[in-house]
């Protein structure tokens, strides 16, 4: 029961460019969104969060919106650069759960 | 200086083995967990502790258990290894037990049953 889904399995981009990330969720319970970021071979890294009360949130490069009606969240990253080049999991958690749930990742390549 | 590391970085072993895998963070942290990484890719919540106390157990096989000597480490046995547990497993930190608490990763123990 895939709670989190992240369609794309792989993106390419030029550098410069807009990548934009999508997550889709299926548990009306969550509302707590986060953006995790994986280089080859290390763990994932915390990049980017957004509540439920709210429906942007902005760090340099990266801004996460949330559309709650639509249970959909995105990670645009803006200028893209190589170095952005990693998979990028959606998570989410809810309620009294103290748990993340995890989507599968997508794999962004940016090209030079 | 590794805020997050686990001991060993790969692990290759035959079925039926018992192995352990270690975890120590220097984060000053009080939560921990240990997640799998499938064939699929899923990053799957195994267990948590906080301050030593198990607060998520989730349906895995009773042929894992964790242990939580101190709040800096969180250590996971395996008995009677099969070869679905070949997998990638992550530790994580956190201050404290909140979803919303940032979770730093270890770098991962990729496990291999033959």
């Known amino acids: 029961d895939q709670q989190v889904k992240q369609n794309s399995p792989s993106l390419s981009v030029q550098e410069g460019r807009i990548s934009i990330l999508n997550c889709d969720y299926t548990?009306?319970?969550?509302?707590?969104f986060l953006w995790y970021k994986k280089y080859p071979a290390e763990g994932p890294t915390f990049l980017i969060s957004?509540?439920?009360?709210?429906d942007k949130n902005e760090d340099g490069r990266f801004t996460v919106f949330l559309n709650k009606s639509a249970k959909h969240l995105s990670l645009h990253i803006v200028p893209s650069q190589p170095g952005d080049s990693a998979v990028y999991f959606c998570?989410?958690?809810?309620?009294?759960?103290?748990?993340?749930?995890f989507g599968k990742g997508t794999l962004l390549t940016v090209n030079p | 200086d590794t805020a997050v590391s686990q001991t060993p970085k790969y692990l290759v072993t035959q079925m039926g083995n018992d192995k352990s895998i270690k975890c120590e963070q220097n984060?000053?942290?009080?939560?921990m967990y240990w997640y799998k990484q499938d064939s699929k890719k899923f990053l799957k919540i195994m267990f948590s502790?906080?301050?030593?106390?198990?607060?998520i157990n989730e349906t895995v096989p009773n042929r894992f258990s964790p242990k939580s000597p101190d709040k800096a480490h969180l250590n996971l046995h395996i008995n009677s290894l099969e070869l679905g547990d070949s997998a990638v497993y992550f530790c994580?930190?956190?201050?404290?037990?909140?979803?919303?608490?940032?979770?730093?990763f270890g770098p991962g123990t990729r496990l291999l049953v033959l």
């Open positions: 994580a930190s956190s201050a404290g037990p909140g979803a919303q608490e940032t979770q730093y």
């Open positions: 548990n009306s319970m969550f509302d707590y």
């Open positions: 957004i509540s439920s009360i709210k």
């Open positions: 998570a989410a958690s809810g309620g009294s759960n103290y748990k993340l749930t």
């Open positions: 984060l000053g942290h009080d939560t």
């Open positions: 502790y906080n301050n030593k106390e198990l607060i």
